[in-house]
Structures are given as structure tokens and as C-alpha cells.
């Protein structure tokens, strides 16, 4: 139940952003201009939690599992971004700014929540604990290049010109953050640590909530205008999840991956890092509400989505039969915060 609450809550305190914002702009432009000046210091405030809460030293512990993990990284880093560029084109190719922001939001794996559904779904969690600095590790180095190859005509960026926004907006807040998590790891009891590292995990929604009402309400007007065109984000969305659940199906297959990595692999294929892509876009792509609006409608989406894969794959787990490989009982996480101290892989 309260896994439950909390994936609902998250989804609803989105859709309570998007009307607030649209209502304070569209009531009041000067206030919505005027919170509009907040989306540069809530970025900072959104990186520096969501890199803060990874666990880096979870690197070491990747054993004997690289297969799964070069399934998972062939998947979210080679594969995917080819399947996302075809689902873009083909439902908003006549639309280059949501085309964009479309496009940003299938490239990048989940880097947080995906390891509580995994858990949900009695996949293999411990192993899901290194593939989160992985993933972002990856993502973050891969931004500007994946920008330049599929919409840098769109919007004229190139990996030379989102080098010093990278470098000023994301590597020195990503600097910082791992020092004082590694700091204060090492200088505090393992109790309070662990509490820090879960307020940061809490306040993420709250600080995309706060992002996405200063984005809708300095942008309303614009955002309005092209309205109709949210259907056919939603739509490629639900194409983009569907083609992904069924690449994560094969790629199992041809990995002869247990249940619980099968479910992990299911689940880091689904889920998208939509809060670290939109902070990153702001400040790259500055002034492009529609690319921004295209991945906040992503978000909406993914919540329900995650909870019927959960549904499904506990449904295939329930019906193996208990001596078949891969029902062995898995690592164990909380949904939020991330576990302090994964257990070993």
C-alpha cells in the first residue's frame, strides 16, 4: 500500500504541478515570469539531489553479473535510442521542438524509482544497486553526443557547444554531491547517514513538482498553443513502452537470464530518468518550452505503466514452479530512499 501511495502520489503531485503552473501563468504573466527566474537554482537543487543519492560505490560489486549488465547497457545505450529516433519520427517528425524533447526523454534509463519496482516485482535488487551509478554514468557522457547525432538539427546544439553548460551545470554539481555523499558516508553513523540519503530521495518529487510549476507557468501561453500535440506524445509513449517491454522479453531470452534479472532488465528497459533529462535540457536547450513540456507529459505516463509491468512479471513468477531456476529468493530494497549499503550482488 504504500508503495502504491507513493508511485499515485508522485504521478498526482505532477498533474497538480502542470494545473498550478498553468493557472498562476495564465492568471498572472508577470508572476509567472517571476517564477520563471526559479527554474535555474531548482535544477542545481534537482542535480544535486538525484546525484547525491546514487550510491558509486556500488561499482565494485559488479562480481560475476556482466552479463545482465552488458545486456542492460547493449539495451538502454545502443538499442534503444535507435527504437526511440524511429518512434519520434514517425509520430512527430512535423514537430521538431516535441520531437526533441521526446527523443531526450527515450534515450536515458531510470537511475532511481526503477529499483523499487524491481523490488515490487521480486527481481534481483542488489544487482539493480550497480546499474544505477552505471546508468548515469553512461547518460550523462552520452547526453550531448546523442543530442548532436539525432536532433541537432532541431535545435542546433552540438557536443562543442553543451560542453561548458555540461561542465558548469551538471560535472561540478555532480562533483560535489558524490564528495559529501562519500564525506558524510564516512564521517557519520550509518543510521543518520542513511536518514540524509532518504530525505534527499523524498524531496526529489517535491523538487520536480516545484521545476515543473515554474517551467508551465513562465510558459503557458506557448505550451498551450500547441495542446493537441500532447496525444501523440502520449501515444508514442505508450508505442515506445510497449516495443521496450517486448526488447526486454528477447533479450532475456537470448541472455537465458533468471527470473530475477529478467525482471530487473524488464524494468531499467521501461523506466526513464525524466527528472535528471529535464534539469539537464533547461540548462542546455534554454528557452525551448516545448521540449521540456514533451518530457513532463513522459512522466505521466511512466508511473502506470511500471505498475502494470510489476503486475505482469509477479504474475509470471507466481505461476514458475518453485524448483525452476531464477526463483531464488533476491536482494531486497527499499522504494524510497535507496538502500545505504545495497547488499552484495
Known amino acids: 500500500m504504500r508503495s ?24 498572472s504573466p508577470d508572476l509567472g515570469t517571476r517564477l520563471g527566474g526559479w527554474v535555474d537554482p531548482l535544477i542545481l537543487a534537482l542535480v544535486s539531489v538525484l546525484f547525491f543519492e546514487v550510491d558509486f560505490l556500488a561499482l565494485r560489486r559488479v562480481g560475476g553479473h556482466w552479463r545482465c549488465l552488458g545486456l542492460a547497457w547493449v539495451c538502454n545505450f545502443l538499442i534503444i535510442p535507435l527504437l526511440a529516433y524511429a518512434i519520434a519520427s514517425l509520430f512527430l517528425r512535423g514537430q521538431p521542438l516535441f520531437f526533441t524533447g521526446l527523443l531526450i526523454y527515450f534515450m536515458a534509463p531510470c537511475t532511481d524509482w526503477f529499483l523499487g519496482f524491481t523490488r515490487l516485482a521480486r527481481g534481483n535488487t542488489a544487482l539493480g544497486s550497480v546499474l544505477l551509478p552505471l546508468n548515469m554514468i553512461s547518460q550523462l557522457l552520452l547526453y550531448p553526443v546523442y543530442l548532436a547525432l539525432f536532433a541537432g538539427a532541431n535545435t542546433g546544439a552540438g557536443v562543442a557547444s553543451l560542453g561548458g553548460t555540461l561542465w558548469q551545470w551538471f560535472v561540478l554539481p555532480f562533483a560535489g554531491a558524490v564528495a559529501a555523499h562519500l564525506l558524510l558516508r564516512l564521517v557519520l553513523p550509518a543510521g543518520v547517514f542513511a536518514a540524509i540519503r532518504g530525505l534527499a530521495g523524498r524531496a526529489v518529487p517535491i523538487v520536480i513538482a516545484a521545476l515543473v510549476t515554474c517551467i508551465f507557468a ?4 506557448t505550451i498551450l498553443a500547441h495542446a493537441a500535440t500532447f496525444l501523440l506524445i502520449l501515444a508514442a509513449v505508450f508505442v515506445f513502452f510497449v516495443a521496450t517491454y517486448f526488447l526486454a522479453e528477447a533479450a532475456a531470452r537470448v541472455g537465458r537470464l533468471r527470473y530475477p534479472e529478467h525482471a530487473l532488465l524488464t524494468m531499467t528497459t521501461a523506466a526513464r530518468n525524466a527528472p535528471l533529462m529535464l534539469g539537464i535540457t533547461v540548462a542546455a536547450l534554454p528557452d525551448q518550452p516545448l521540449i521540456y513540456a514533451a518530457l513532463i507529459i513522459g512522466m505521466l505516463v511512466e508511473f502506470p505503466h511500471l505498475t502494470a509491468l510489476k503486475h505482469l512479471l509477479l504474475r509470471r513468477a507466481d505461476a514458475t514452479p518453485p524448483s525452476s531456476p531464477g526463483t531464488e529468493p533476491v536482494a531486497d530494497a527499499p522504494l524510497f530512499p535507496l538502500p545505504s549499503s545495497p547488499q552484495q550482488a
Open 218 to 221: 513562465a510558459n503557458i501561453a
Open 4 to 27: 502504491l501511495f507513493t508511485n499515485l502520489g508522485t504521478t498526482l503531485l505532477l498533474i497538480a504541478a502542470i494545473l498550478l503552473g498553468s493557472l498562476l501563468g495564465w492568471a
